[in-house]
């Protein structure tokens, strides 16, 4: 079973619009959770930690569950420039690694 | 704003031959890593590197990979005889020892070093 699993996508959405993307990660141990995003051929580029109590930075909201082991992305009033990869990364406590899911793609277009 | 720099951008190699990449790590940071993206698929973990020796590695990182922190800066991954699966993408990320909520923190990747190994 993957560590980190996420819908693939593509999520092609209009300018302006929410979107939601979802991950769940398998170990019961994971003790850190982050959304970071891809663009193409570039370095995965940190978006925002999730915390327990869940989160929001501007259009980004993340929320994690821990009963269900998943985590959340939502983003509001989506821009052009959001189009990217969105990668759901979680930290195994005690473990020296980040377990990337394989992406969710989000086109944004106008 | 501190950045991991990673050099060269672009690396082509043939098989066989031994490659170097270097990392310079963000300078307050404790943990180092490498990762790999193959074109078109998932970040791989490699290695982790802590307080002077590897802190755990992938089934990736056999005997043909190696890493060292030479001096106070660099961080670097050797790759003694490449093959041609070994194209692909490393990215060098940094973290500090922890993090704001009690948990590890984020960790910061380099632009990447594209290995192409004809």
């Known amino acids: 079973r993957k560590e980190v699993e996420q819908d693939p996508g593509p999520f092609n959405v209009p300018e302006g619009a929410t979107v939601a993307f979802n991950c769940t990660y398998s170990?019961?141990?994971?003790?850190?959770f982050f959304w970071y995003r891809q663009d193409c051929r570039k370095e995965p580029k940190l978006l925002m930690s999730?915390?327990?109590s869940g989160n929001e930075d501007g259009r980004f909201t993340a929320q994690l569950n821990r009963a269900s082991q998943y985590i959340s992305l939502l983003i509001r009033d989506s821009k052009l420039s959001d189009s990217a990869t969105y990668l759901c990364?979680?930290?195994?406590?005690?473990?020296?690694?980040?377990?990337f899911g394989s992406g969710t793609k989000l086109n944004v277009k106008p | 704003e501190p950045e991991v720099t990673q050099t060269p951008s672009h690396q082509v190699t043939q098989m066989g031959q031994e490659v170097i990449l270097r990392c310079v790590p963000i300078?307050?940071?404790?943990?180092f890593y490498w990762y790999r993206q193959i074109l078109g698929q998932k970040v791989e973990f490699l290695v982790s590197?802590?307080?002077?020796?590897?802190?755990?590695k992938s089934e990736i990182f056999d005997d043909q990979f190696s890493v060292e922190r030479p001096d106070g800066s660099n961080f670097t991954l050797k790759i003694r005889s490449t093959k041609l699966e070994d194209s692909a993408m490393y990215f060098c990320?940094?973290?500090?020892?922890?993090?704001?909520?009690?948990?590890?923190?984020?960790?910061?990747f380099g632009q990447g070093t594209r290995l192409t190994v004809v």
């Open positions: 990320a940094s973290s500090e020892v922890s993090g704001t909520d009690g948990g590890y923190p984020e960790a910061f």
């Open positions: 170990n019961s141990a994971s003790q850190s």
């Open positions: 999730v915390y327990s």
């Open positions: 990364v979680v930290n195994v406590y005690n473990f020296n690694k980040f377990y």
């Open positions: 300078s307050n940071h404790l943990y």
């Open positions: 590197f802590y307080n002077n020796e590897i802190s755990e």
